[in-house]
């Protein structure tokens, strides 16, 4: 079974430049979900889809940071502008959905704003 | 107070030891609980889910106390290879699906 897929790997940006990344879950996978992991910290969800609605974006920067799930599979979120505190590792997870299903994580993304 | 709540450590023991993490959540109404595994500069991966009856994986264990709202994971004859960040993960199934809360971790490092 193929896992989850991010990409790019590592982006270097400058402050106020755009970005976006991407996530293909694992097939079959309804849910989506996107963290940010600061160093130190644990993941904080950023935003929950199911399927392609959005159930929870409720500690989403909805004013610079945007995410969407085309068709119920592939995800990209974007941060546009990027301030400094944006510089984390932004993991995507997927899992079935069901009760108590666990989630699986992608590599994440690091990203560090200059 | 956070939602979920982990000693930082780091917890530092010689290969051979035993080692045991606790998790407190604050939140009662938290159905289902996980233990995932995080190494340096890697994504977190599932290590063990938590039954309220306990159970065992090898030289893991975990357990559960709903009366008492904590999770704990004992790891028995530690080696290099367990070192690495431990994060508590409880879970609410509600509205029809789950909404999974990370402690920010326990790190462990084993030395010879």
């Known amino acids: 079974e193929a896992g989850v897929a991010q990409s790019p790997r590592y982006k270097i940006i400058e402050k106020r430049q755009s970005v976006a990344f991407w996530c293909n879950p694992i097939s079959g996978h309804a849910t989506l979900y996107w963290y940010q992991q600061i160093l130190g910290q644990g993941p904080k969800l950023l935003i929950q889809f199911q399927n392609n609605g959005v159930v929870d974006d409720s500690q989403l920067p909805k004013d610079r940071f945007s995410a969407e799930r085309l068709k119920g599979v592939d995800s990209t979120l974007k941060i546009q502008p990027a301030k400094l505190e944006d510089s984390a590792v932004y993991l995507c997870?997927?899992?079935?959905?069901?009760?108590?299903?666990?989630?699986?994580f992608g590599d994440g993304t690091r990203l560090s704003i200059l | 107070r956070k939602e979920v709540e982990q000693d930082p450590g780091p917890f530092n023991v010689p290969e051979g030891a035993t080692v045991a993490f606790n998790c407190t959540y604050s939140n009662s109404a938290s159905q289902s609980f996980f233990w995932y595994r995080q190494d340096c500069r890697k994504e977190p991966k599932l290590l063990m889910s938590?039954?309220?009856s306990g159970n065992e994986d090898g030289r893991f264990t975990a357990q559960l106390n709903r009366a008492s709202q904590y999770i704990s994971l004992l790891i028995r004859d530690s080696k290099l290879s367990d070192s690495a960040t431990y994060l508590c993960v409880v879970n609410m199934f509600s509205g029809g699906y789950n909404k999974l809360i990370f402690g920010a971790g326990t790190r462990l490092a084993v030395h010879p």
């Open positions: 938590v039954y309220s």
């Open positions: 997870a997927s899992s079935p959905g069901g009760w108590g299903e666990p989630q699986h």
